[in-house]
Nanobody
């Protein structure tokens, strides 16, 4: 099992930047594939970014490509989401998620059901 705690959310003006962190505790962090999702009020939770546990494969939603960067530091048991050029439509609660099962490719990385563990979320609000 792994416990996930997000931090780094807040209020930022459009065009600004934020870096979200997700600290993991429990089983060795390097065993997990990691993802970020977000959920705006009245909308479904949607995929943002994901990274294979090896760091070798990285995926992004089209809406954030070129603006967001996912990274991980296994020594610190932490995954990050660097968000630049923020837009009002990026406003949402952001969640990190972990997948322990093997297999992490185009068929699973953007599916909520593919991840067994979730954090409690951190709110990002972008003012226009």
């Amino acid at each position: 099992q792994v416990q996930l705690v997000e931090s780094g959310g807040g209020l930022v003006q459009a065009g600004g930047s934020l870096r979200l962190s997700c600290a993991a505790s429990g089983r060795p962090f390097s065993a997990y594939h990691m993802g970020w999702f977000r959920q705006a009020p009245g909308k479904e939770r949607e995929f943002v970014a994901a990274m294979h546990r090896s760091g070798g494969s990285i995926y992004y939603a089209d809406s954030v490509k070129g603006r967001f960067t996912i990274s991980r530091d296994n020594a610190k048991n932490t995954v990050y989401l660097q968000m630049n050029s923020l837009k009002a439509e990026d406003t949402a609660a952001y969640y990190c998620a972990a997948r322990a099962r093997a297999g992490f490719d185009y068929s699973v990385y953007d599916r909520r059901g593919a991840y067994e563990y979730w954090g409690q979320g951190t709110q990002v609000t972008v003012s226009s």
